[in-house]
């Protein structure tokens, strides 16, 4: 019997240890919303097609071949002063926002690089790399806008020459 009872004892201490450990813990999470715009560009119908990166807020727009007075692409409007051609096609911007009473935008545009030779416009007004120019003063969120982004070339500009630079858009929330 006392063999009995040393074995039971000795297997219920085993069942003690063997049971699982456990340890609490709690974690006090927090978040800060922030207002945040987002800006994407988009073909736009009545112009040339993104060549690429379209739903994205970096793409590509190529005009193709141009000149002053021969064919050009039938989605390039173009217009012809004394000494200069402008070409322009419309391009869709697209600026969302979340968490904002933002009731519109101001979008401006800004090339990357000089260029002294060309000049370049968005809605009709001109920018360069120094100085940027307000496209929409007051533009609607989550809509496209049509922006007509045109470049003013001289008929002085050697055949061949390609034409190339970065416009920089910036929607800031009014």
Sequence with gaps: MKKLIVIFAAALMMT???AAQTATGTL???ATV???INLVFNSDAAGVA???GAGTNTASLDFGTVSAFGAIPATVTRSTTGTNFTISTPVDVLVSQANSASASYTLTTQL???DGTNTWAANGVTFTNATAGTATATGSYGAN???T????IPFTTT???SISNVVNFTATAN
């Excluded at 982004?149 to 003013?152: E, F, P, Y």
């Design 16 to 18: 003690s240890l063997a």
């Design 28 to 30: 006090t999470v927090t």
């Design 34 to 36: 922030n207002s945040s």
């Design 50 to 52: 993104l060549s690429s």
């Design 112 to 114: 990357s690089a000089a």
């Design 145 to 147: 806008v049509p922006v």
């Design 149 to 152: 982004l045109a470049i003013t």
């Design 159 to 161: 055949s061949g020459t």
